[in-house]
């Protein structure tokens, strides 16, 4: 099993790409073309297509973010760039992982629990290779060493426009703060209760401050700060990396 996979079975995809459903491009909402501040004349859908490309367009952000996926409560904390650098860890109930990639090298560094909560949902024998694997870098098979999943910065952002007719007619909130930061928010309410908030910076460049994803099958919450920061993310020493193939039971 290589580490991409792994971080596919922990969750960590969706987790991200959910609570930031709910923006992209679109022509609904209303102008009001009357209104002051850094967006007006602009509608909602207008504003958050400009958040998704400039989101796109920068060269890094750390994306933090908690919320429920099959009923399970899951967090990340990730630093991702456009250079296939990332780090973060991945919190679940009980299973906790650290994920390294540098270029096209994938590492997922784990505790017992989660390794246990793998090798179950594969229906493999562990053979003793959980305390092998605990606390040890597993690196990706080199044929299957992309950047697939939350290592992959521009195919979080690319979610964001996976469905169109889903994101058109937001509309404009207040303004408010996150983190700091001068925001304005961006709501629409789905048929089913399920409403999606996203707060896109007014200073500056219209960056995604935050997403919210509230009542649905997959709540959840994230957060983008640092943007067009250095992601620090050095291979790991050599006698702290196992074979992937001692997953096999």
Not at 40 to 57: C, F, L, N, Q, Y
Not at 101 to 121: C, H, P, S, T
Not at 217 to 232: A, F, Q
Request: aromatic share 4%; glycine share 12%; charged share 30%.
């Amino acid at each position: 099993m290589s580490a991409k996979k792994v971080l596919v079975l922990f969750g960590a995809v969706t987790l991200g790409v959910s609570v930031l459903a709910g923006c992209g491009e679109g022509g609904g909402g209303s102008a009001g073309s009357d209104e002051k501040g850094p967006f007006a004349g602009k509608s909602a859908d207008e504003i958050a297509a400009a958040a998704v490309k400039a989101t796109r367009d920068a060269e890094s952000v750390h994306i933090t973010g908690a919320g429920k996926q099959q009923g399970q409560e899951m967090k990340l904390d990730f630093s991702v760039d456009n250079k296939d650098n990332c780090t973060g860890t991945l919190t679940g109930p009980e299973a906790k992982a650290d994920v390294l990639q540098v270029g096209q090298a994938v590492y997922v560094r784990a505790d017992k629990a989660f390794w246990e909560n793998i090798l179950k949902a594969q229906g493999a024998a562990s053979d003793g290779a959980v305390d092998k694997l605990a606390g040890k870098w597993v690196k990706s098979d080199a044929d299957e060493a992309g950047t697939e999943g939350m290592c992959d910065k521009q195919a979080v952002v690319a979610a964001l426009d996976s469905d169109k007719s889903e994101r058109k007619g937001m509309k404009k909130g207040k303004e408010t703060e996150v983190n700091g930061e001068s925001a304005l928010t961006l709501t629409k309410k789905a048929e089913n209760g399920e409403e999606f908030i996203l707060y896109v910076a007014t200073e500056g460049e219209p960056y995604i401050l935050k997403a919210v994803n509230k009542g649905g099958e997959n709540p959840g919450e994230t957060t983008l700060t640092d943007y067009n920061k250095k992601v620090d993310a050095e291979e790991p020493p050599a006698d702290e990396v196992v074979d992937p193939k001692q997953l096999q039971g």
